[in-house]
């Protein structure tokens, strides 16, 4: 069973607001990655990190920022939510072990609502 | 670059009725694939995977054969329940793309009672 938590699960803002979406994991995992699942179901990815201090932008361009201090969190924000920000956000991470590394370990997302 | 194709959604199937969901891809190395689910209100998870030609993953009555000669990889049930009905992914990651996850597009099952 994995261990990864995103809060909140569901947010509704104004536009221009600054937040911050957390996503956590107990499982000392190296690689965690940030997701945007727009309506169709889809997923893009939108930043990456490999460990402590690397952060990587993804497929998806994004104005998102992310960082990674510690194994365990990262976080993820917007500096001024608009609209086009709603979205499904999902976290994931996955292990270094090389029989297990390609396999990625979800939260349960955030649903972020911008007005 | 590597990518992963379903079958396009909603499949709509009787409780009891056999499910296939086809996926193709493309690699330029030998990738290992997946299937992921996704319950509703929920994010992602592992259903089965396999990581060389010929293996089969296997997992809560589904199964997917990993086929090399025709780059498919399609997920089967033999008889489907309502507790079925989510969003299906199929996936690929690739020691040559530094382990990145491409996802297809995803597909929706309901199931009827």
């Known amino acids: 069973e994995a261990d990864i938590y995103q809060t909140p699960r569901y947010l509704v803002i104004g536009t221009g607001k600054k937040i911050t979406l957390e996503c956590s994991q107990t499982?000392?995992?190296?690689?965690m990655y940030w997701y945007q699942q727009d309506p169709g179901m889809e997923l893009h990815l939108i930043h990456y990190?490999?460990?402590?201090?690397?952060?990587e932008k993804g497929d998806l361009s994004s104005e998102s920022t992310v960082s990674r201090i510690r194994t365990e969190h990262f976080p993820l924000t917007l500096e001024s939510a608009r609209p086009s920000h709603t979205s499904q956000y999902l976290c994931?991470?996955?292990?270094?072990?090389?029989?297990?590394?390609?396999?990625?370990?979800f939260g349960p997302g955030t649903r972020l609502t911008v007005l | 670059g590597d990518s992963v194709t379903q079958m396009e959604g909603p499949v709509t199937l009787s409780e009891e009725a056999f499910l296939t969901i086809n996926c193709t891809y493309t690699?330029?190395?030998?990738?290992?694939l997946f299937w992921y689910v996704q319950y509703p209100g929920e994010g992602l998870q592992l259903l089965l995977k396999a990581t060389k030609a010929d293996d089969k993953g296997s997992n809560k009555g589904f199964e997917a054969t990993y086929r090399k000669e025709t780059t498919s990889f399609h997920l089967e049930k033999g008889s489907v329940q309502v507790s079925d009905s989510a969003v299906y992914f199929c996936?690929?990651?690739?020691?040559?793309?530094?382990?990145?996850?491409?996802f297809g597009a995803g597909t929706r099952l309901f199931v009827k009672a």
């Open positions: 994931a991470s996955s292990p270094r072990e090389l029989a297990d590394t390609d396999t990625q370990y």
């Open positions: 690699a330029t190395g030998y990738p290992s």
């Open positions: 990190s490999y460990g402590v201090n690397s952060t």
């Open positions: 499982m000392g995992h190296d690689k």
């Open positions: 996936a690929l990651s690739d020691r040559a793309g530094g382990f990145k996850t491409i």
